[in-house]
């Protein structure tokens, strides 16, 4: 296998099994994108040899028991923050609110979100609770004060998870500013009293994250959040309207408009024609990054991925800060 | 890849995949009479160069695969067979979920397993090398596998890794079994030695855990037995194993089962013959 074609077309349409010569290739692939959980969701009433079945049923009892963990470690979060609202992100935020996109999905770290105004008590609030600053250096910590869109990443003593606290879904260096207030006001609350950002805030985020945030390694995991979102969501009346509004708002028209048209070409997702807009003669190029993984787990086509990384942290931040930042790094003793 | 071995040791299958022709070919004499995986692997393998220009230049055999360390130290391409062998322990120790995997050594008789368990260097490889000549049916060095459905271990018979001291042991075995020395690898003084011959031929065959030991090899010791409790090698056992947490509740409860039904006893001993007494003393009030 020269790329994760077939995965991501297996995962589109379960019924290409029969296309299927070189099952440990396929697995090796899914396992290197992080898309075996979600394979196996998608496989689990095909007719795969004994063997495949094993190895899938494997990944959706490690799935199962990632969602537990992430349940739980949102839990004790809520706990620990209080009275501050606990707004859910990315794979925690599906598992607790039942999402197709959380079906099989590995989940790291608990990535929340806090009203920017209380993002001091959160962190209090945390520290006080058992997590601990993973970074001590005086330099990384003032740069992702000063430049992220996130505290500096926290783990807990004990149960050695990490959270992500974010105040926004882009760092403030980047082109796009998204309205960080709305992120937060039009949340939705789940019965349990943790909360979710509404679906079209949902897409729109994991959109930000697939395009500005990385040179998109993982992308084609994050593609698949995309296109369990949008079938999930796009059933419910003048959802195209509302995505275009909030694209608009959070100033992601574009990246929305892209991440559209590659989850028709790579999950052949239904999408608004109007809003994914014409084809870019680039969108290419993205899908030829985004495939970019051979039947050995390998990454492949390195000089398109190193375009990506350069243009990731170009987006990130102005030259001159990316200049500075690369030659502090560079300095730094190992 | 450019190399390519497919494996099946005992319920796991693996593929391992190399840059260079040695550590395959050491791999494919030390396994020769191992059968050929179904064609579907559990698990992949990649040794590989850290920078492509290192397949050649000073090349240095990088462990990757499904399941990777980040910050492992390459080996250099003498040792890539330990290479191999490090990759599929890792590919286990972090991707396996089907079984409950414990780092201790397996013999079997009569249906019945003995585990060796305890730390590095406590003498668990050789003890059940040489139980693996002197009539029990070996099953592993490395891991042992419990099944949390039946409560059964499963073998997973590699190659014996035998370490400093211990080489000498074994110089009288069939040659096509020993592996090439390996020195001034980051546990001394390593050659790997190809299990019996049905340890191999049953390798299919589980059998069920009967006794439990904590080996402790030292010169000076005088040689003793001291009964462990229950917990203790509860605890003991969560420690020695590498996905107990990730199994969650059948984990547990498949631990749970082990240490109240199977006895186990702590032993030191100075020399082989001075264990293999021990061990059959315990065994025959344990079976």
């Not at chain 1, 395009?211 to 969501?233: E, S, V």
């Not at chain 2, 049953?202 to 030292?218: D, G, K, S, T």
Request: charged share 25%.
């Amino acid at each position: 296998m020269k790329d994760a074609r077939l995965l991501t077309r297996l995962l589109a349409d379960p019924a290409r099994m029969a296309e299927v010569r070189d099952w440990t290739g396929l697995i090796c692939t899914a396992r290197a994108e992080s898309l075996l959980g979600s394979l196996a969701f998608r496989l689990a009433d095909a007719p795969v040899p004994a063997q495949v079945a094993a190895i899938l049923e494997d990944a959706r009892q490690d799935a199962a028991y990632a969602r537990t963990q992430a349940l739980w470690e949102a839990e004790m979060a809520q706990r620990a923050l209080g009275d501050i609202p606990l707004i859910l992100l990315k794979g925690t935020a599906y598992a607790a609110a039942n999402l197709p996109a959380g079906e099989g999905r590995s989940i790291g770290d608990l990535d929340i979100l806090v009203p920017r105004e209380q993002l001091d008590t959160a962190e209090a609030a945390l520290l006080a609770a058992g997590w601990e600053w993973v970074k001590e250096d005086a330099y990384d910590d003032l740069y992702y004060r000063t430049w992220m869109h996130e505290l500096p990443p926290l783990i807990h003593r004990d149960r050695d998870r990490m959270i992500d606290v974010h105040h926004t879904i882009l760092p403030p260096t980047a082109r796009p500013t998204p309205d960080a207030a709305a992120l937060a006001n039009d949340s939705i609350a789940l019965p349990n009293g943790m909360r979710i950002l509404c679906p079209e805030d949902m897409i729109l985020h994991a959109v930000a994250h697939l395009f500005a945030d990385g040179d998109l390694a993982g992308g084609l995991r994050n593609l698949w959040d995309i296109d369990r979102l949008l079938r999930r969501f796009a059933v419910t009346e003048g959802f195209w309207a509302r995505l275009a509004a909030r694209a608009d708002r959070h100033q992601l028209r574009p990246h929305a408009a892209r991440a559209l048209r590659l989850a028709r070409r790579v999950y052949e997702t239904p999408i608004d024609n109007s809003l994914a807009g014409r084809a870019h003669a680039t969108d290419a190029l993205y899908i030829r990054r985004l495939l970019a993984r051979d039947g050995w787990g390998r990454e492949r086509r390195p000089f398109t991925r190193l375009g990506f990384y350069v243009r990731s942290h170009w987006l990130r931040m102005p030259p001159l800060m990316l200049a500075r930042h690369l030659l502090t790094k560079a300095r730094k003793p190992r | 890849m450019r190399h390519r071995l497919d494996l099946t040791i005992g319920p796991v299958s693996f593929r391992i995949g190399s840059a260079w022709p040695q550590p395959i070919a050491q791999l494919a004499a030390l396994y020769a009479p191992y059968p050929k995986p179904a064609g579907i692997a559990d698990f992949t393998v990649r040794l590989e160069p850290e920078k492509p220009w290192r397949r050649l230049v000073r090349p240095s055999v990088a462990i990757h695969g499904d399941y990777t360390l980040p910050d492992a130290a390459p080996l250099p391409l003498a040792q890539g067979l330990l290479a191999a062998e490090m990759g599929m322990n890792l590919q286990m120790a972090l991707g396996q979920k089907r079984f409950l995997l414990l780092h201790a050594a397996t013999v079997e008789r009569d249906g019945h397993a003995l585990l060796l368990t305890g730390h590095s260097g406590a003498g668990k490889s050789t003890l059940a090398a040489m139980l693996g000549e002197a009539g029990w049916r070996f099953l592993g060095d490395e891991f042992a596998l419990l099944d949390p459905v039946t409560g059964l271990i499963h073998p997973f018979p590699r190659a014996i890794s035998l370490k400093n001291q211990s080489l000498a042991l074994f110089d009288s075995a069939a040659p096509d079994r020993l592996g090439p020395v390996l020195k001034g690898t980051p546990k001394g003084t390593i050659r790997h030695l190809r299990p019996p011959a049905d340890a191999i031929a049953r390798m299919a065959e589980p059998a069920r855990p009967a006794l439990i030991l904590f080996p402790r090899f030292n010169r000076d010791f005088e040689p003793e037995t001291r009964p462990v409790g229950a917990a203790e090698t509860f605890v003991r056992l969560t420690q020695a194993s590498t996905n107990y947490v990730a199994l969650g509740r059948p984990g547990f409860d498949a631990l749970t089962r082990l240490v109240t039904v199977t006895p186990s006893f702590a032993i030191d001993y100075r020399s082989g013959e001075e264990a293999a007494a021990l061990i059959d003393t315990l065994w025959s009030n344990a079976t």
